[in-house]
């Protein structure tokens, strides 16, 4: 399984972008994907995932209500919609992929993650 991520860049505080992860390979189908992030020194975290079939979806505290998070299973594809971003959420985005069932306290941890995308960065400035 290889994943894809593209869409980062430089957003001002309070705008927004998407993000997109496109999976490939045998044995995506039916993945839960999501998305975690890591700033400059600080330890990767997760941000947000979804079921393969789009009926569950858990978020951190830290972009609940900002982010949203939907898949495109036809295409193998997850995104993020990211609206009124901060200079907070300057980051490295990274796709993940988990073999189901999806749990949030076991997705949520890293070590658990089956399978990594490259990253793209996310800079929030004005």
């Known amino acids: 399984v290889q994943l894809q991520a593209c869409g980062g860049g430089l957003v001002q505080p309070g705008g927004s972008l998407r993000l997109s992860c496109v999976g490939s390979?045998?044995?995506?189908?039916?993945?839960?994907m999501g998305w975690f992030r890591q700033a400059p020194r600080k330890e990767r975290e997760f941000v947000a995932v979804?079921?393969?079939?789009?009926?569950?979806?858990y978020y951190s505290d830290s972009v609940k209500g900002r982010f949203a998070i939907s898949i495109n299973n036809a295409n193998n594809s997850v995104y993020l919609q990211m609206n009124s971003l901060k200079p907070e959420d300057t980051a490295v985005y990274f796709c993940a992929a988990q073999i189901p069932p999806l749990y949030e306290s076991t997705f949520s941890r890293q070590e658990t993650i089956d399978y990594w995308g490259q990253g793209t960065q996310l800079t929030v400035s004005s």
């Open positions: 979804i079921d393969w079939i789009g009926s569950t979806t």
């Open positions: 390979g045998r044995g995506v189908s039916g993945m839960s």
